[in-house]
């Protein structure tokens, strides 16, 4: 998949942004209601974020260089932790312009129409974050898939605010306004430290998931027929691109052509696996030299 079609997925998130801030001011303007605020604060946040996400698929997709020989695919982790700290921002603004109100609650105005005008934004949020995150999974991009799942909790705040303000308007208590805000503030602080554990995770280089591992190893196991062992299989994820290396074990008496169309064969077969980029490399060694079964680590000191 190329990572360019990406680029299309962050218009669509800025363009949901722009419209849902709009909307959601709008009906803080007409409410007066601090839920409505803590809502618009947190689609401002929206926006930055899929700006920034744009950046960085710009970035990501940009070719390896001598400076970069594994390409710039990284770029994305930068975006979703850009992301998580801008989402912890927003949450202690809200609680900062929350705490007052709770001090001195303030009535609300023209509450049906702004609870209208909520859900419509609710609406638009809800659709574009189910294209995010199942598109981020399909193409292995946390930055999709993040700024998807941002979304999804924004769309579950909309609801928590929209429902809180209906419980004000039924029961006169127009202090649950702001505390409604604050819980709010709350449940985005959680977004934001998932998004920039998920984020440290990636740069960390974590493996690949154990049903992908599966979809390799099974592979393999068919090749045994044919003479041929495998081990110190290795999985990153970096953004979209997978990283993939293996030792093989083939019969010594082949020749090194015949090592290396098999190699070549596997490494295809593997990276076709996978939908989104992948990088293969096989390394050959004679399955009766009993030292050939050792693992070897990143460091190359055989376990």
């Known amino acids: 998949m190329n990572q360019t079609s990406l680029k299309k997925f962050a218009y669509l998130s800025i363009a949901a942004a722009v419209m849902t801030i709009g909307l959601k001011f709008g009906a803080y ?33 940009r070719p390896a260089d001598k400076e970069h020989e594994y390409g710039h695919s990284k770029a994305e982790y930068f975006s979703s932790a ?18 007052p ?10 509450v049906g ?25 399909k193409r292995h991009s946390l930055l999709l898939e993040a700024d998807g799942k941002h979304l999804m909790t924004d769309v579950w705040t909309s609801v928590g605010v929209i429902a809180g303000i ?15 805000a604050v819980i709010v503030a709350l449940n ?24 992908e591992q599966k979809l390799i190893t099974d592979f393999l196991e068919t090749q045994k027929s044919k003479g041929i062992e495998y081990h110190s299989l290795m999985t990153r994820q970096a953004g979209q691109r997978i990283f993939i290396s293996l030792h093989l074990l083939v019969p ?8 290396h169309d098999e190699s070549d064969y596997i490494e295809e077969y593997i990276e076709n696996l996978f939908e989104g980029p992948v990088t293969c490399s096989t ?21």
Do not use: Y
């Not at 209601?33 to 990501?60: K, P, Q, R, W």
């Not at 109100?101 to 023209?110: A, C, D, F, V």
């Not at 998920?198 to 280089?205: A, E, H």
């Open 166 to 180: 209906g419980l004000v308007k039924l029961t006169g208590l127009i202090i649950l306004d702001p505390i409604i």
């Open 113 to 137: 129409i702004g609870l209208l005008i909520s859900t419509g934004a609710s609406a638009i949020n809800l659709a574009v974050s189910l294209i995010l995150i199942k598109n981020g999974k």
């Open 188 to 211: 985005i602080v959680w977004t934001g430290m998932q998004l920039l554990r998920r984020s440290g995770n990636g740069l960390l280089d974590s493996v690949i998931s154990t049903d």
């Open 283 to 303: 390394h050959i060694e004679p399955v009766e030299d009993p030292a050939s079964l050792n693992d070897i680590g990143i460091d190359r000191k055989r376990k």
């Open 101 to 110: 109100r709770i001090i001195n609650p303030q009535p609300l105005e023209n």
């Open 29 to 61: 303007l007409l409410t007066g209601s601090m839920g409505l605020f803590s809502d618009a604060l947190e689609s401002c946040v929206n926006l930055i974020a899929a700006v920034i996400a744009l950046i960085m698929i710009t970035i990501s997709e």
């Open 252 to 259: 010594g008496a082949w020749t090194v052509q015949q090592g």
């Open 82 to 99: 850009i992301e998580g700290s801008l989402i912890l921002v927003a949450a202690f603004s809200i609680i900062w312009s929350a705490v």
